[in-house]
């Protein structure tokens, strides 16, 4: 099994700043696209910022020139800065992988963790 675990959400104010982790544990060959995804209340899981293998990084138009994802393959770890906060960026964020197994690639998402800006 995999399991992705998401860390670092909270609540902190508008302007600030939040380091999310997703860390990816179990019978793992490698991970392939890694991707932060974030659903407000009352609306859909949206993604905001994926990463390949080799590091290409793409975002949605609302976080550009403010989030940063990056990952460390070695560990099997990814992760979201974001900074200049707004409340509008209030949401629970989750973590979401194409992780090759043995027995082939699959998709993974984790619980999520709850980020809540305050103006």
């Known amino acids: 099994q995999v399991q992705l675990v998401e860390s670092g959400g909270g609540l902190v104010q508008a302007g600030g700043s939040l380091r999310l982790s997703c860390a990816a544990s179990g019978s793992i060959v490698s991970i392939s696209t890694m991707g932060w995804y974030r659903q407000a209340p009352g609306k859909q899981r949206d993604l905001v910022a994926s990463i390949t293998r080799a590091g290409t990084a793409t975002y949605v138009d609302s976080v550009k020139g403010r989030f940063i994802i990056s990952r460390d393959n070695a560990k099997n770890t990814g992760y979201l800065q974001m900074n200049s906060l707004k409340p509008e960026d209030t949401a629970v964020y989750y973590c979401?992988?194409?992780?090759?197994?043995?027995?082939?690639?699959?998709?993974?998402w984790g619980q999520g963790t709850q980020v809540t800006v305050s103006s």
């Open positions: 979401n992988a194409d992780v090759l197994r043995l027995t082939g690639m699959r998709n993974y």
